[in-house]
């Protein structure tokens, strides 16, 4: 599978193997890989990589159907085909990579070959991975203490608000749209006047006092929020 000699043009396009390219024959069923491309799994020039079946071989179970789908779709469609999924390296760990590809196509519009590069993302992922389970840390610790927090964008006079927000004030983002107007709409009449001199403080630099105000929430109940 991964030993079938590279086409000419794919050395010339890979400058003799410096890009991490593969390239697979739709008819035949025959790959190439490139040097680069084996190095980001671990693998030396000379290696095989351990895949009894074949490339799919090498992908991690759980992103199989949807590289398998991906690939399928945007071959029908004549699109470039870009997804992210897992590759088992020599040593038995997974790596994350980015894949960009397209099908190349005979005279008559049949796609006859798929050639692509991957690019190894194993630490953006990690990252995203642990600045979600940050998020979510943060959402549970604001749910069991009945806390939200918000940031107010001045290029669209309106605030961005935490699901804590949302939760102690009975809305959804999916219906409400916390612009200031909006939000000082929610605030208990006698109390506007200072939510308003609070937005202003802030808004201009000034230190920030607590203050405690009446906002009345999308089910109609009146709360005391600071």
Not at 20 to 30: E, Q, S, V, Y
Not at 116 to 122: E, F, K, R, V
Request: glycine share 6%; aromatic share 8%; net charge negative.
């Amino acid at each position: 599978f991964f030993n079938d000699p590279a086409p000419t043009e794919i050395y010339t396009l890979s400058l003799h193997d410096a890009l991490p390219i593969w390239d697979r024959d739709l008819l035949t069923g025959k790959s190439y890989v490139s040097s680069r491309w084996k190095s980001i799994l671990g693998y030396s020039d000379n290696d095989r990589p351990d895949a009894d079946e074949g490339f799919l071989d090498l992908v991690h179970p759980d992103d199989r159907a949807v590289l398998t789908a991906t690939i399928k779709a945007r071959g029908e469609q004549d699109k470039p085909c870009m997804v992210d999924y897992r590759l088992r390296r020599k040593d038995g760990s997974y790596c994350w990579v980015h894949s960009r590809g397209q099908a190349l196509r005979d005279a008559d519009g049949r796609p006859v070959r798929m050639l692509g590069t991957i690019s190894d993302i194993t630490e953006r992922k990690f990252a995203e991975a642990e600045l979600a389970e940050s998020h979510d840390n943060l959402a549970r610790a604001e749910a069991m203490a009945q806390l939200g927090h918000y940031k107010y964008e001045a290029s669209s006079n309106r605030y961005t608000w935490s699901d804590g927000v949302y939760r102690i004030l009975a809305r959804s983002p999916e219906t409400f749209t916390p612009t200031v107007g909006a939000v000082l709409a929610m605030v208990h009449p006698d109390d506007r006047q200072i939510a308003e001199a609070y937005r202003q403080k802030v808004g201009a630099g000034d230190p920030a006092t607590i203050e405690t105000i009446r906002i009345v929430r999308g089910d109609g109940a009146t709360v005391y929020v600071e």
